[in-house]
């Protein structure tokens, strides 16, 4: 294993070290925080609505696409040796009975970066 990180799991949420990758959807940081970028990281899916409807089991299936999507986002952070990713967004198209779901943001790692809790939400 030399010099590089290990990666683990926990939990859901692949950790290097005891950091998770955090997604943020800010672009803009206060003046003491420290940013190394690492780079553009992003995940597509195309799926086939066929007779999805509104039942909950359904909709627990639509999470279940996105909490994928999240975690390659993170695998692809980790990835960067990067332990945030911002300017975080999620997007969803459909046409006819097919959706597209896109994520993206910038892999980055933050230091001294302080933010109230009711700016953060577990995704």
């Not at 999805?52 to 909490?67: A, C, F, H, N, P």
């Not at 990067?82 to 198209?93: M, N, S």
Request: charged share 30%; hydrophobic share 35%; net charge positive.
């Amino acid at each position: 294993t030399g010099r590089g990180r290990r990666h683990r799991r926990r939990g859901s949420v692949r950790a290097l070290g005891d950091e998770e990758v955090a997604l943020l959807t800010l672009d803009e940081f206060p003046a003491r925080t420290k940013c190394h970028l690492g780079g553009v990281v992003m995940a597509r899916s195309v799926k086939y609505l066929g007779r999805v409807t509104s039942t909950k089991s359904d909709q627990e299936t639509r999470d279940g696409w996105w909490i994928e999507l999240r975690e390659e986002v993170r695998s692809h952070a980790l990835s960067l040796c990067c332990t945030h990713v911002v300017g975080y967004k999620e997007t969803c198209c459909i046409h006819d009975d097919v959706c597209i779901l896109s994520c993206e943001g910038t892999a980055a790692t933050l230091r001294n970066l302080l933010l109230p809790p009711d700016h953060l939400m577990a995704l």
